[in-house]
């Protein structure tokens, strides 16, 4: 025999006003996700690994510049992941020689269809339509993978963007 308890309650008050209550529909995000480490580190001024920092702060980044209206055709939940090759030095501590890959999933407006008006509610500047794939990508590496690194420093004192070369993915 087996006994199941089914117990389902009201959602947290705290949840529900961070992800829907008193939202606009396109800033309405997720609950199913998070993030847990179970040790710190000297890595960073923030005691999280470098990957973490920067995945972090890519995902802030992406949300400043979708809020801001610089990259209006960004749509909210957008993901990040960041793997940093390392070397390990004899002492057993590691440094980090580069930015292999830097990944980001977003969700955007229709390319080359969709306009700005119809995007943003109340928006009453000049019309835009969304760019090209294409161009959307270069603008994400410009205005979000770069800047990003170009602030985020190792322990080192390296910016971060120093990692990032020709053949980062």
Not at 120 to 143: D, H, Q, R, V
């Amino acid at each position: 025999t087996c006994e199941v308890l089914v117990r389902i309650n009201k959602q947290s008050p705290d949840i529900a006003g961070g992800v829907h209550v008193g939202k606009e529909d396109l800033d309405v995000g997720a609950v199913d996700q998070g993030i847990m480490f179970g040790y710190a580190t000297d890595e960073t001024e923030d005691c999280m690994p470098l990957t973490h920092s920067v995945a972090t702060k890519l995902g802030k980044t992406l949300t400043d510049v979708r809020k801001s209206g610089k990259l209006w055709w960004l749509r909210p939940d957008g993901k990040t992941q960041v793997t940093i090759e390392y070397v390990q030095r004899a002492d057993g501590s590691v440094e980090p020689q580069k930015i292999h890959t830097v990944v980001i999933s977003t969700q955007h407006a229709e390319p080359l269809k969709a306009t700005r008006s119809k995007e943003c509610a109340g928006y009453t500047g000049p019309e835009a339509t969304a760019p090209s794939m294409e161009e959307m990508n270069k603008l994400i590496t410009e205005e979000v993978v770069k800047s990003t690194l170009r602030e985020n420093k190792a322990k080192t004192e390296i910016s971060a963007i120093s990692l990032l070369g020709d053949l980062t993915h």
